[in-house]
């Protein structure tokens, strides 16, 4: 993470208890690859997703005392989403849009064997690509569900982790 960087949110120095502090590694900490990863796919740039992530955990040191949850990773992707969407509309004012085509995109049967994870490979490198030209929001929930293994009442349930906006 880059140290150069300000913070988007204004307020005071982030700064928690021991006993916060403790609280915070064990609910938070855990889940700031995940933050990252959330944050490169929305931004689409790895030094501004740094930069987001950045934000975004001074942003939850800030109002981590109103977390009244055990689990903080909705929590903490929720904050990741809404610096990462911050950015965005700063940055851009349009969306992008592509139609879905299901002969492209559809799933195939597993199997093993060199040719296997070839078509793997070929089909990761389609994900890739296809994410890249989706809308941030679809972009967003595709990614918070399959690489981030959220549930769909957890992606759900965000407007009611957006304490921290």
Known sequence: MTHESRPETPGPEPSLSPREAERFGECVLPYLDAAYNLARYLVRDPHEAEEAVQDAFLRAIRHFGGF??????????????????????????????????????????????????????????????????????????????????????????????????
Do not use: M
């Open 68 to 165: 009244r949850g055990v689990d903080g990773r909705a929590w903490i992707l929720s904050i990741v989403r809404n610096v990462c969407f911050t950015r965005l509309r700063r940055r851009r004012a349009g969306g992008e849009k592509v139609e879905f085509d299901e002969e492209i995109h559809s799933d195939e049967e597993q199997a093993s064997g060199p040719e296997a994870d070839l078509a793997r490979t070929i089909a990761a490198d389609s994900l890739r690509r296809g994410l890249s030209q989706l809308a941030v929001e679809f972009r967003e929930a595709l990614v918070l569900r399959e690489l981030e293994g959220l549930s769909y009442k957890e992606i759900a349930r965000w407007p009611e982790c957006r304490s921290a906006r």
